[in-house]
């Protein structure tokens, strides 16, 4: 079983900045795996916006977030963070961490966040953009 523990929501006004961080305290060494996040609003379903193959460093960025949202791992510290620039109102929402396997093929975390295929999840963090 895997936890991930969230941390770094907020409240912050439009063009603002928010830094989440996760970290993967049950893992005993950082293996091959997509790590990353997902956002969630009210009546609205799970969407990914950033991941990283922890292996190969390889990030993936959907376009919806892309050119405003990073991705980096520190593995000592078993952690993703996620920088998230020039923020929008429309980016609020719960923000979730989550842990899954990587594709072969391709960018190894594209389907991880397109498809929402996460196996576990932290208990999310809230960011909150004001206009």
């Known amino acids: 079983q895997v936890q991930l523990m969230e941390s770094g929501g907020g409240s912050v006004q439009a063009g603002g900045s928010l830094t989440l961080s996760c970290v993967a305290s049950?893992?005993?060494?950082?293996?091959?795996?997509?790590m990353g996040w997902f956002r969630q609003v009210p009546g609205k379903e799970r969407e990914g916006i950033a991941a990283?193959?922890?292996?190969?460093?390889?990030?993936y960025i959907p376009r919806s977030v892309k050119g405003r949202f990073t991705i980096s791992q520190d593995s000592s510290k078993k952690q993703i963070t996620l920088q998230m620039n020039d923020l929008k109102p429309e980016d609020t929402g719960e923000y979730y961490c989550?842990?899954?396997?990587?594709?072969?093929?391709?960018?190894?975390?594209?389907?991880?966040?397109?498809?929402?295929?996460?196996?576990?999840w932290g208990q999310g963090t809230q960011v909150i953009v004001s206009s």
């Open positions: 989550g842990s899954g396997p990587n594709a072969l093929g391709g960018n190894p975390c594209a389907r991880f966040i397109d498809m929402v295929e996460s196996d576990y």
């Open positions: 049950s893992y005993t060494t950082w293996g091959a795996a997509c």
């Open positions: 990283i193959y922890t292996l190969g460093d390889i990030t």
